[in-house]
């Protein structure tokens, strides 16, 4: 989800969702409540969202995680998660 949500437009989110047996509601909201995602805009069809500060060090996290596992090269993502971390502190 936080992949998604990285992208320009967000990661949107019908209120519909739960009607349709689909668990992205769910998913979302518990990224929002750990301040992962944030809501950025609203309209008639819905919620957009985007990652938090902490959401993109989790991205970032998770993407070296998969292409350590998967051995791909990391280096481009612990640079930049190396820079998420250094406008922490």
């Known amino acids: 989800m936080l992949w998604l949500a990285n992208k320009p437009e967000g990661l949107h989110v019908s209120p519909k969702e739960a009607d349709r047996f689909s668990d992205l509601d769910e998913i979302v909201n518990d990224l929002h409540e750990r301040g992962l995602l944030e809501k950025i805009r609203s ?3 819905g919620v957009y969202f985007r990652p938090t500060h902490a959401g993109l060090i989790s991205l970032y996290e998770l993407r070296i995680a998969w292409r350590s596992a ?3 090269s990391t280096v481009e993502e612990e640079a930049h998660l190396e820079m998420l971390k250094a406008q922490n502190d």
């Open 43 to 45: 309209d008639d069809s």
């Open 70 to 72: 998967n051995g791909k």
